[in-house]
């Protein structure tokens, strides 16, 4: 489990490293932590979808005499747009790879169907509870 986790977060280094580079902000050991650091106290702080808003303000901060604020706000910008779309089409085109088109169709179907009929019981039951109440 270590392997891949540590995989992952290398990765994350990386692509941080790569949006420096892309916007032509210094790309050191300081600076990628600096932002890696940033992004990870912001999210315990988000409070909208992505933490957008929250990300960009931490991001500011932490690049505070490294680059000016327009720059750190396009930088900031770009990789979650870039990161959040990267994100969701893997979470689209990974199920349809696994599960096959007509197999993630029959999964959704399913589940569908199962979460109405759990709805339905759970609806009888709070039926009977409340005409046990008044009785």
Known sequence: M?????????SSLCIVGIFLAAYAIPVTFHTVMTVVGSNSISN?????????????????????GITDSA?????????QLVTTAW???FAIVLPVWVFGRSGGKELVTESYAEAKA???????AREARKAGKRA
């Not at 720059?71 to 990789?79: E, H, N």
């Open 118 to 124: 759990r709805a339905a019981e759970q609806k009888v």
């Open 44 to 64: 315990t702080l988000s409070l909208t979808p992505s933490g957008a808003g929250v990300n960009q303000a931490f991001n500011l901060g932490a690049l505070h």
């Open 71 to 79: 720059t750190a706000a396009a930088y900031s910008v770009a990789q």
């Open 2 to 10: 270590f392997l891949p986790e540590f995989i992952a977060w290398v």
């Open 87 to 89: 994100s969701l089409l």
